[in-house]
């Protein structure tokens, strides 16, 4: 398995030439804005990041309206997730004073390093599309469109196990979108497609149905296995229980395609039942619906199970506890976290995740410095009896180029985007995809660039350059 080291895959930090590339990088896509302006040309989409939910609110459904604008409770922990990046600041340096030798060629027009070096692999950007599920109540296209619209732009795009489409389905989606995408970050040829596979996880005694969507996903290319924690079952959400809606009961695909499509649980349907999956859409998918959310949580000794049948980095996501990272940590079975309370639609009365992400990323970076000193070299035994360096990913409140910034220095190494890109889906499908990502990115970069931040790497983008806005008065 390969180490965790910092790998460079921007391939240029100079200003974009848009009369050589058409349609690339994040910089560009201003540049291109501009030119198409000086030929009266308006822009299909918004670059108002806080605009794009109500837009998107216009286009959908009351029903698909409450299901993804909706929150947990009274919202409460949204809200917190939202307002806590406006409780620090970044502190803009100026004159290079911070810059290495070799950069100060400022003259061109140096821009930042938005690669990173993570799980094992090396990554054009630090965003990834968080993994949502039922997108086709957002946009007929659904997760084709996402997946698509994420290979063109570089950008590692998640699967949920709730998805509208089937695992294979969004596999060849996400390869095409590299076929016939721009580029990406960057503007070169990425290769082949960055694409994960979240689980929800069944209980055990259906490690059968596991062990077979694991399979399914590793042969469609999916590389690393993102595990939900917070979701054994689903949150008290006044807005979906308004509309008397819960998309995985409906005799449609819609949210249960993967289970509908699987074979391990059209067997086990068959067998309970009676009948074939096809016979009884409705039931299936009620009965896909318990299976992937069986109320019951999973432990460490669980996660045992899944590294012998997963070969991969796998993820942890919906970690909120300093405690729990440093448990995960030292257990040796995970390569990374994801410090996130499911955007606030889980439990309401909870911190922010921004909050919490300090403390738990120290958590994780002191068993981390520990195992380095143990002469570890970031590859476990897959029984937890060798350690691994343990990554730490946020999600949970991003909207813009600066939030991602802000998690980035606060101890994150990779943000996940949620909202904002089913947006960009409902307003556009593929191309309000891919609109979203390059926004995002072209704000983070110029961000950065404009604060005398040279890269996301944690050498230069880290708790030195914020404050508290609570303590400048």
Known sequence: ???HTHTH??????RPD???HADPDPIAYEAEVYQRGLRYQRPPFTFK?????ALAAERLSADARGYVLGCAGTGETARKNREAFGRWSIVPRRLGLDCA??????ENGVFPDLSVGLLGRGI???????PVGVQKIMNPDGELASAAAAAREGVPFILSTASSCSIEEVARANDAGVEGGNGGVGGERKGKAERWYQLYWPSRERDDITVSLLDRARKAGFSVLVVTLDTYILGWRPSDMDNGYNPFLRSDQVGVAIGLSDPAFRAHFKSKHGREVDDNIGAAAAEWTRTIFPGAQHSLDDVAFLREHWDGPIVLKGIQSADDARRIAESGLVDGIVVSNHGGRQADGGASSLGLLPGIAEAVRKVNVANSHDGVDGVGDGKGKGKRKVDVLFDSGIRSGADIA??????ARMCLVGRPYVYGLALGGEEGVAHVLRSLL???????????IESVAPEHLNRSVLVKESELF
Not at 9 to 14: A, K, V
Not at 49 to 53: G, T
Not at 406 to 411: D, E, H, N, S
């Open 49 to 53: 990041a806080l605009d794009w939910e």
């Open 9 to 14: 895959t921007h391939p240029s930090h100079h």
């Open 101 to 106: 030798p070799e950069s100060k060629d400022n």
């Open 442 to 452: 072209g704000d983070l970069e110029l961000t950065l660039h404009l604060s005398g």
């Open 1 to 3: 398995m390969a180490t």
């Open 124 to 130: 054009p950007c630090p965003i990834a599309c968080a």
């Open 18 to 20: 848009t009369a050589r």
């Open 406 to 411: 802000k998690a980035l220095a606060l101890g």
